[in-house]
């Protein structure tokens, strides 16, 4: 592995952007489940600015641009992707053959290997003119035509193949499967214990190997004594099971009870992803999942002791991926290019900027984007209103208003998160308390990232306040009262 290659690591950034620093064929395996052309309601998942963005630069122009957009990206990606590799696209029967197309010119039509079908759900009845669409699209392409990764996959016999099993005198169960094979081979066409091959067959074995299986009792035998051309005694023990085809009709969508379920609109179960990590990859080899969103490949990756590398637009995305591998998997990602300055974040768009606080305050949204009436989000433990502004010198008309909602909302803790504040603030955040017993915290940017780079809770109280005008925040909570991924998702969905 490149010294240059980290993995482990979680980059914030559009996909295009990291996968163009990354190194050639650095990679083994690729899973991407971009946005579907399809559908526009799940296209932004947590109401990121920059996911907004996305969204518009994908969109404008219908198929053909979606399809260049994506273009420029899997150009990157069978650049990173050694040479014995494997790419699957996931993706919808709406853009399939456009991207099948796309596919063939980047890797090569010969290096096409298969188009999975997985039954993601049952028939409804809603397209009751139409045929019910049930079915997503996984194309699945290698680098070379030979040489790649695979590792055949089973599962377990359904009961009309174990109806083909019988039990021996020892109670064993075994089926009987062809000695010969259809390839017409002179050299295997022997008369064997009084038993020939047709003209258009060949015996599967050679004359040892049948001898061998014939003495092990493994040679199903006719009244006369003479082998069986279908008396290959096969023992259910000794089999894998079914061999996995291209119609994956046995993995279930994410039901609304299921364990693994975050609440992420797109999200796809483990199942499916640990089939095709284990079958195109080995323990030790790198994943790549460019729109990692909820992080179920990186999750199964690192179950089944893989490497691998994630990527996504969203910094909400990026928190939900952090708790999710550490309450799945206890394990710490590293994250690239979230913002981490005062500068950075004073240049995010408003909800993004908006998102990241709420967040790293452990709160949770407020479920109005826009008319809010003037709460943001809620302290996650006591429904504790936040107001979240992207300005400096906060002032006190700002915090009457504030005020004002937390009447509406009988709250008596607030918190205002603002670059600065002036003094007329601060003396109504004062004159708030005497007179209203209104308790309200004010919170400056550069207060809030020095909360988020101490371990543990970000609530916790972090020291003097280097202005003295700030009151202290809610004492540290333990772990295991902080919000989990599932319920942060929940909350960033009422963003959108």
Same mark, same amino acid.
């Given at each position: 592995?490149?010294?240059? @290659?980290?993995?482990?690591?979680?980059?914030?950034?559009?996909?295009?952007?990291?996968?163009?620093?990354?190194?050639?064929?650095?990679?083994?395996?690729?899973?991407?489940?971009?946005?579907?052309?399809?559908?526009?309601?799940?296209?932004?998942?947590?109401?990121?600015?920059?996911?907004?963005?996305?969204?518009?630069?994908?969109?404008?122009?219908?198929?053909?641009?979606?399809?260049?957009?994506?273009?420029?990206?899997?150009?990157?990606?069978?650049?990173?992707?050694?040479?014995?590799?494997?790419?699957?696209?996931?993706?919808?029967?709406?853009?399939?053959?456009?991207?099948?197309?796309?596919?063939?010119?980047?890797?090569?039509?010969?290096?096409?290997?298969?188009?999975?079908?997985?039954?993601?759900?049952?028939?409804?009845?809603?397209?009751?003119?139409?045929?019910?669409?049930?079915?997503?699209?996984?194309?699945?392409?290698?680098?070379?035509?030979?040489?790649?990764?695979?590792?055949?996959?089973?599962?377990?016999?359904?009961?009309?193949?174990?109806?083909?099993?019988?039990?021996?005198?020892?109670?064993?169960?075994?089926?009987?499967?062809?000695?010969?094979?259809?390839?017409?081979?002179?050299?295997?066409?022997?008369?064997?214990?009084? @038993?020939?091959?047709?003209?258009?067959?060949?015996?599967?074995?050679?004359?040892?190997?049948?001898?061998?299986?014939?003495?092990?009792?493994?040679?199903?035998?006719?009244?006369?004594?003479?082998?069986?051309?279908?008396?290959?005694?096969?023992?259910?023990?000794?089999?894998?099971?079914?061999?996995?085809?291209?119609?994956?009709?046995?993995?279930?969508?994410?039901?609304?009870?299921?364990?693994?379920?975050?609440?992420?609109?797109?999200?796809?179960?483990?199942?499916?992803?640990?089939?095709?990590?284990?079958?195109?990859?080995?323990?030790?080899?790198?994943?790549?999942?460019?729109?990692?969103?909820?992080?179920?490949?990186?999750?199964?990756?690192?179950?089944?002791?893989?490497?691998?590398?994630?990527?996504?637009?969203?910094?909400?995305?990026?928190?939900?991926?952090?708790?999710?591998?550490?309450?799945?998997?206890?394990?710490?990602?590293?994250?690239?290019?979230? #913002?981490?300055?005062?500068?950075?974040?004073?240049?995010?768009?408003?909800?993004?900027?908006?998102?990241?606080?709420?967040?790293?305050?452990?709160?949770?949204?407020? #479920?109005?984007?826009?008319?809010?009436?003037?709460?943001?989000?809620?302290?996650?433990?006591?429904?504790? #209103?936040?107001?979240?502004?992207?300005?400096?010198?906060?002032?006190? #008309?700002?915090?009457?208003?504030?005020?004002?909602?937390?009447?509406?909302?009988?709250? @008596?803790?607030?918190?205002?998160?603002?670059?600065?504040?002036?003094?007329?603030?601060?003396?109504?955040?004062?004159?708030?308390?005497?007179?209203?017993?209104?308790?309200?915290?004010?919170?400056?940017?550069?207060?809030?990232?020095?909360?988020?780079?101490?371990?543990?809770?970000?609530?916790?109280?972090?020291?003097?306040?280097?202005?003295?005008?700030?009151?202290?925040?809610?004492?540290?909570?333990?772990?295991?009262?902080?919000?989990?991924?599932?319920?942060?998702?929940?909350?960033?969905?009422?963003?959108?």
């Amino acid at each position: 592995m490149p010294v240059e @290659t980290e993995t482990g690591v979680l980059y914030c950034n559009d996909n295009l952007e990291r996968l163009a620093v990354l190194p050639d064929e650095c990679v083994d395996l690729i899973y991407l489940d971009p946005p579907f052309f399809s559908n526009r309601v799940y296209e932004v998942i947590w109401g990121d600015e920059a996911e907004v963005r996305s969204f518009e630069d994908r969109w404008e122009g219908g198929i053909q641009h979606y399809v260049g957009w994506m273009r420029d990206r899997v150009a990157e990606m069978y650049r990173v992707l050694k040479s014995a590799g494997s790419l699957y696209l996931h993706c919808d029967p709406h853009a399939s053959h456009y991207l099948k197309v796309m596919l063939d010119q980047i890797f090569g039509m010969s290096n096409f290997q298969d188009e999975i079908v997985w039954e993601r759900t049952n028939a409804h009845n809603m397209r009751s003119k139409v045929w019910p669409r049930v079915n997503d699209v996984i194309l699945f392409y290698t680098k070379t035509r030979n040489g790649f990764t695979f590792n055949p996959q089973y599962t377990a016999y359904g009961p009309e193949q174990l109806g083909r099993f019988k039990k021996d005198r020892e109670g064993r169960l075994y089926k009987a499967e062809n000695l010969t094979f259809s390839t017409p081979n002179a050299t295997r066409q022997f008369e064997w214990r009084g @038993t020939k091959p047709p003209p258009n067959r060949s015996w599967g074995f050679s004359l040892e190997q049948l001898e061998e299986m014939y003495a092990e009792g493994r040679i199903l035998l006719k009244r006369d004594g003479s082998p069986r051309m279908d008396g290959w005694k096969i023992y259910l023990e000794e089999t894998k099971g079914k061999l996995v085809g291209t119609n994956w009709t046995d993995i279930e969508r994410i039901s609304n009870t299921a364990a693994e379920r975050l609440g992420y609109p797109t999200q796809k179960p483990e199942a499916l992803l640990e089939r095709i990590i284990r079958a195109s990859s080995n323990q030790g080899d790198i994943i790549l999942d460019p729109f990692c969103g909820c992080g179920t490949t990186v999750s199964v990756a690192h179950a089944l002791k893989r490497q691998w590398i994630g990527i996504d637009i969203s910094p909400t995305a990026m928190e939900i991926m952090r708790r999710r591998l550490w309450n799945q998997r206890r394990f710490t990602p590293v994250i690239v290019d979230v #913002p981490e300055t005062e500068d950075e974040l004073r240049y995010l768009k408003p909800f993004e900027f908006q998102n990241y606080v709420i967040n790293a305050l452990n709160g949770t949204h407020s #479920p109005k984007k826009t008319g809010d009436m003037g709460v943001d989000g809620y302290w996650f433990f006591t429904r504790d #209103p936040i107001q979240v502004k992207q300005q400096e010198h906060v002032g006190r #008309p700002i915090l009457d208003e504030f005020e004002t909602a937390m009447h509406r909302e009988k709250a @008596t803790v607030g918190y205002v998160v603002a670059f600065s504040f002036t003094r007329g603030a601060v003396e109504e955040v004062a004159r708030a308390q005497a007179e209203n017993g209104l308790n309200v915290r004010l919170i400056r940017v550069k207060e809030l990232l020095m909360m988020t780079r101490r371990p543990g809770n970000p609530l916790e109280k972090f020291g003097p306040q280097p202005e003295g005008d700030v009151i202290p925040l809610p004492p540290q909570r333990k772990p295991s009262e902080l919000p989990t991924a599932e319920e942060l998702v929940a909350s960033d969905r009422s963003v959108g």
